[in-house]
T-cell receptor, first 116, second 116 residues
Framework: NAGVMQNPRHLVRRRGQEARLRCSPM?????VYWYRQLPEEGLKFMVY????????ESGMPKERFSAEFPKEGPSILRIQQVVRGDSAAYFC??????????????FGEGSRLTVL | AQTVTQSQPEMSVQEAETVTLSCTYD???????LFWYKQPPSRQMILVIR??????QNATENRFSVNFQKAAKSFSLKISDSQLGDTAMYFC?????????????FGKGTHLIIQP
């Protein structure tokens, strides 16, 4: 049973380009969370999605960032017109049902975005 | 909003020693969950131990145990017989009993180094 898969593991972009990060949750999981980890910081919540629904995006910057979790395929975190401050590790976590075991989130290994 | 504070940016102990990592939190909720996550150099987030606030008994998982002081809003992690593989970042995290509209709230982490 494969774990949460994130790709790419490392992504380098120049300022102004777009970054797309993908997350495939564990098999049978229909809930996905995205977190961002800045250097020397803990993880900060960005967005919580179910299939075809954004449940909570209170942690998402108002501009340039968007997320989706389509009926088929991985969840995607999209950052448009990247700036140096977007450089961070982006983690995806999944859970089967949101409140079955609170906090029982399974994390991927993260995608490290570097903006030049 | 909840906050989680880890006041020790870095700790270093000798192999086989016991080490305690501190964590305090602030919340107006009466029921919630607390967690310790480990992030080794591979960067994957691994759940170490979980505590439900309504349970007075401190959680234990093999060499890992917590000292949960609800009135003081303190949740420290004790690692006994520390091993080289315990070297990692350790994050304390909080989730309210509703599953948390924003998932987990993390502290900034403590970098634990186990010396041979």
């Amino acid at each position: 049973n494969a774990g949460v898969m994130q790709n790419p593991r490392h992504l380098v972009r120049r300022r102004g380009q777009e970054a797309r990060l993908r997350c495939s949750p564990m098999k049978g999981h229909s809930h996905v969370y995205w977190y961002r980890q800045l250097p020397e910081e803990g993880l900060k919540f960005m967005v919580y999605l179910q299939k075809e629904n954004i449940i909570d995006e209170s942690g998402m910057p108002k501009e340039r960032f968007s997320a989706e979790f389509p009926k088929e395929g991985p969840s995607i975190l999209r950052i448009q017109q990247v700036v140096r401050g977007d450089s961070a590790a982006y983690f995806c976590a999944s859970s089967p049902v949101r409140q079955t075991i609170p906090g029982e989130l399974f994390f991927g290994e993260g995608s490290r975005l570097t903006v030049l | 909003a909840q906050t989680v504070t880890q006041s020790q940016p870095e700790m270093s102990v000798q192999e086989a020693e016991t080490v305690t990592l501190s964590c305090t939190y602030d919340t107006s909720e009466s029921n919630y969950y607390l967690f310790w996550y480990k992030q080794p150099p591979s960067r994957q987030m691994i759940l170490v131990i979980r505590q439900e606030a309504y349970k007075q008994q401190n959680a234990t998982e093999n060499r890992f145990s917590v000292n949960f002081q609800k009135a003081a809003k303190s949740f420290s992690l004790k690692i006994s017989d520390s091993q080289l593989g315990d070297t990692a970042m350790y994050f304390c995290a909080f989730m309210d009993s509703g599953g948390g509209a924003d998932g987990l709230t993390f502290g900034k982490g403590t970098h634990l180094i186990i010396q041979p």
